[in-house]
């Protein structure tokens, strides 16, 4: 398997968020929620071989902690740790918190 790369999400990669999402295409708020968190660099994706496999959003609303509000992985892309290291790395970036 070609090695997982993790990277923030830029604008070109909103209409795939929003195909892969499976709730976005019926839900304006998780849409709206998505296009924030690309806006604002809150948004991880993952990528194999150039090709994006699943995403993670997070936020400081919680008490201002970081947090990982949302994790969805391309189903193509199931069971080989995807979800996994996107947990890892945005706890690792951003886990660390203002104390």
């Known amino acids: 398997m070609e090695p997982l790369q993790i990277r923030t999400a830029v604008a070109g ?16 708020r998780r849409s709206r929620f998505l296009r924030l968190g690309l806006a604002d660099g809150r948004c ?22 970081p947090f990982l ?3 969805v992985v391309d189903s193509a892309y199931r069971r080989r740790g995807i979800g996994t290291a996107l947990v890892r790395h945005v706890m690792a ?7």
Do not use: K, N, Y
Not at 17 to 28: F, R
Not at 52 to 61: E, I, K, L, S, Y
Not at 93 to 99: L, S, W
């Open 44 to 65: 991880e994706i993952a990528c194999i071989g150039g090709q994006r496999a699943g995403f993670a959003v997070w936020h400081r609303q919680f008490f201002s902690r």
């Open 13 to 28: 990669d909103l209409d795939w968020l929003l195909a892969t999402d499976p709730v976005a295409a019926g839900d304006e």
């Open 69 to 71: 509000a949302l994790l």
């Open 93 to 99: 970036t951003i886990g660390q918190g203002d104390d």
